[in-house]
Structures are given as structure tokens and as C-alpha cells.
């Protein structure tokens, strides 16, 4: 078994030997893991911004908003596989910014990594939810999340999978021990789950719309049962203190972009069919859930990360709650012009 996207013993691997991982991004070029896509060059003016993007993700939404017009510095675009290889990139310097979710970035941050989230977004109440969520076949007998109790769940450990899972057992009266857990990485569940190995699947994103769409499962519960959580852009302090005005501009640009999609979800979704290769109907699904506001970076996300750290601790996924202060940088909270 593996894991994937942002687990915590990955994190904790990867940054104790943060001093390598500059050569461990120039390996995952090498081998194919990373894509570098580089706008046409600015003659002159700020330096670069190297922006880490996952496929269909920040890139494909500004160019469907157009904020990728008359951009005064040049974006260099470097495509990665998942989380954990983009924490990798930033912590080292590969790249200046990036996006990810709220529990990769915590146990990064934790293990020394040293970054900081400057962007913000949340789902506003009541939207989306329905491709964060747990997965059984078509065929499955399990009708409810409490039909899980002494079910094998596979997730990638300490994500936002594993999350929600933790969250809907709780609020169905089952506990992180009332399951077994299997970690497999997103395309291992997926086979897993079809082979009749496992029981459950939690998952996100087009892996959910995919599921539903094409490959005929269903779920037993979703995160339109539970608040929404956030999701992050982070710079490494190099970067903050050398980029400032290029990160404020992109921060800037992701705001009014995020705004644009609330009234474009199927321009958007046709943009990111074309990026990702995605069906149009489950990529039309997946923007759902990107249909994010931004939001403040302040203390609060704090109290709610460290929220979610304590439900991992009480389920023996971690042994301590880590420090998260000083990971939120407010200097750049400004509205979308």
C-alpha cells in the first residue's frame, strides 16, 4: 500500500530533508512528474513568478477569466502530479507559490517547511459538497454511512479524503476505530474499489464525478453534510520577500477569477474538459466544487486547521496537534478590484 497527496508520514519525510528536495524537483522533470508550461517571456520588468498548478487547476481558471491577459511580470507554470511534490517544490524554492488544501499544507508547515498561506477560498454555505465524498458500487449493499461499521475504507492517510471520512462516521455515531483503514493513493482505491477489495472509497473531485458518471457507483455521504473547509495558495518566505508585488498581483487575479466562475461554471468546465481530458459532464460536476469566495487570511483559519489536526490526534493518525502559528500571512488580504 501507498500513500498519496499530502499524507503525514510523507510530509514528515519529505520535510526533514528539505535540503534535498531542490534536487528531488529537478528528478521529478526527469522523470515526467512535473511539467514546466512558461508564458511568453515580458522584455523587461519584475522578475518571474513560478507558480506551482496541478492540471485544470489556477492556470485553466485564469485563462476561461482572461486574468491571464497583460500580466506585467512573466508566470512560469510548473504542472505537478499531486500535493505533496508541489509542497516539496515550494518548501525548496523550485517554485514560489502553489496551490493546496488546508491539511498538506499544516504538516508541512509543521515539519519546518517554511511557508506561509497567502490566498483563501471557501465554498459558500449550502453550494457544492457533492464531490467530496464516500464511494461504493453501484452494486454495494452498504445503503448508509452507519452500514461502514467493521467495512474496509481505503483514503490517502491525513487528507482531505480522510477527513471527511473521520467527520461522517463521527456525525453518523461511528468512531475513527468502527472502520478499517486501508491507504491506497487515489487510482489504487479506484481499482481497489471496482476489484471488490474494499468496501468504500472517500475521495474528491473528478475522482467522485468519474465514479458517479461513468463508472456507475454511488455514495453514501457527502460533505453537503458538513461545513465547508478552506482551500489555500502558500509562498515560500523567499518569495514574500522578493515577489511581493508579482504574488499580490496574482493573489489579485485569483480573487477576480475565483468571483468570474460563480457566473461561468460552464465555460469553465469546457476549459478544464480540454485541460484535463475530463468528460464535459463530470468536469461540469468537479466545478462545483471550485465554485469558491474568497475569504480572509486570518487567525480563524487557524482555529479551524488545528481542528481538524485534533480529530486526526483522537483518531491516532498523529501523535500531537502542531504549531500553526505564524502560518498565516494577513499582508495580503485585499478585495478583488
Do not use: C
Not at 72 to 86: G, V
Not at 282 to 305: F, K, M, S
Amino acid at each position: 500500500m501507498s500513500t498519496d497527496e499530502g499524507s503525514p508520514a510523507a510530509a514528515g519525510r519529505s520535510w526533514r530533508k528539505v535540503a534535498i528536495a531542490a534536487v528531488a524537483a529537478v528528478a521529478l522533470v526527469a522523470v515526467g512528474g512535473l511539467v514546466w508550461r512558461a508564458r511568453t517571456p515580458v522584455a523587461s520588468g519584475p522578475a518571474a513568478l513560478v507558480v506551482g498548478d496541478q492540471r485544470g487547476g489556477a492556470q485553466a481558471l485564469l485563462k476561461a477569466a482572461g486574468e491571464l491577459d497583460h500580466v506585467p511580470y512573466r508566470i512560469d507554470w510548473a504542472i505537478f502530479p499531486a500535493a505533496s511534490p508541489l509542497l516539496e517544490a515550494l518548501a525548496s524554492g523550485a517554485i514560489d507559490t502553489g496551490g493546496i488544501g488546508g491539511q498538506p499544507f499544516a504538516f508541512a508547515y509543521a515539519s519546518g517547511a517554511k511557508i506561509k498561506v497567502i490566498y483563501a477560498g471557501r465554498l459558500p454555505a449550502g453550494h457544492g459538497g457533492r464531490t467530496s465524498a464516500i464511494v461504493v458500487a453501484g452494486d454495494s449493499a452498504l445503503k448508509r454511512v452507519e452500514d461502514l461499521r467493521g467495512k474496509k475504507i481505503a483514503t490517502v492517510r491525513g487528507s482531505a479524503g480522510q477527513d471527511l471520512a473521520l467527520q461522517l462516521l463521527e456525525r453518523h455515531g461511528l468512531g475513527a476505530k468502527d472502520v478499517t483503514w486501508v491507504y491506497l493513493n487515489n487510482s489504487e482505491a479506484k481499482a481497489a474499489l471496482a476489484a471488490g477489495s474494499i468496501d468504500a472509497w472517500s475521495t474528491w473531485g473528478a475522482y467522485v464525478g468519474v465514479a458517479l458518471l461513468k463508472d456507475k457507483d454511488r455514495t453514501i455521504g457527502d460533505a453537503r453534510e458538513l461545513p465547508s473547509q478552506a482551500g489555500f495558495y502558500a509562498a515560500n518566505e523567499p518569495a514574500i520577500a522578493t515577489k511581493r508585488a508579482q504574488l499580490q498581483d496574482f493573489v489579485a487575479r485569483l480573487s477576480r477569477a475565483r468571483i468570474w466562475l460563480q457566473s461561468h461554471p460552464h465555460e469553465y468546465a469546457r476549459v478544464l474538459s480540454r485541460e484535463t481530458g475530463l468528460p464535459e459532464d463530470v468536469a461540469l460536476l468537479t466545478v462545483e466544487d471550485l465554485l469558491t469566495t474568497p475569504i480572509p487570511v486570518d487567525d480563524n483559519l487557524r482555529v479551524e486547521q488545528e481542528a481538524i489536526l485534533e480529530r486526526y490526534r483522537k483518531a491516532g493518525i498523529i501523535t500531537k496537534v502542531p504549531d500553526l502559528n505564524g502560518a498565516f500571512d494577513q499582508s495580503f488580504n485585499k478585495p478583488a478590484d
